[in-house]
């Protein structure tokens, strides 16, 4: 009974706004099926609360809102697609990570040389000022869904599509 306590106590400290240890970015044939506790099926900015605690800021436009939460070292994109309002009801499209204890599959931190990206991902390409890492179907077509900014032969950001707004 006790071992039982300890171990919702141990799931919950995870899950919890404030204690959220999970920086993992998970992909499956190529496919982002997480960020860290974050998955497609979170919506809204309340939603985002619910894992992250407050943000620390709240950016809407036309068709998306940007929120960021500074602690968790996370930026979050919301879409909609002109159904309704994004900070309201958006599905997690983008999330973007640029703190070092953020990392994916193959162990690539925030942090690491561009030399240890390659060697971990070395059919990498890259694109339009981005380094593609992974790619998988995407609404009729191949496109990238892990992409790595990196900035004097760092990698500084992991942007992952996570295209909710497209289910």
């Not at 998955?39 to 068709?63: H, K, M, Q, Y």
């Not at 060697?119 to 990498?124: E, H, M, S, T, W």
Request: charge should be positive; charged fraction near 20%.
């Amino acid at each position: 009974m006790a071992s039982c306590v300890a171990l919702s106590a141990i799931a919950g400290a995870q899950a919890s706004p404030t204690g959220s240890t999970d920086r993992l970015i998970r992909a499956r044939h190529g496919l982002i099926t997480a960020v860290g506790p974050l998955t497609t099926a979170v919506t809204g900015v309340s939603g985002l609360r619910e894992i992250f605690g407050a943000p620390t800021s709240v950016r809407p436009s036309d068709n998306a809102c940007r929120v960021r939460f500074r602690r968790h070292r996370i930026t979050v994109t919301l879409a909609n697609f002109g159904l309704g309002d994004a900070c309201s009801q958006g599905a997690v499209q983008i999330a973007t990570v640029d703190g070092r204890r953020w990392r994916t599959q193959r162990e690539l931190h925030v942090g690491d040389s561009r030399r240890r990206m390659v060697r971990l991902y070395p059919n990498a390409r890259f694109r339009s000022g981005k380094w593609e890492l992974l790619h998988a179907q995407l609404f009729g077509s191949r496109g990238p869904t892990l992409l790595a900014i990196v900035r004097r032969h760092r990698v500084r950001k992991l942007e992952a599509f996570m295209g909710g707004a497209g289910d």
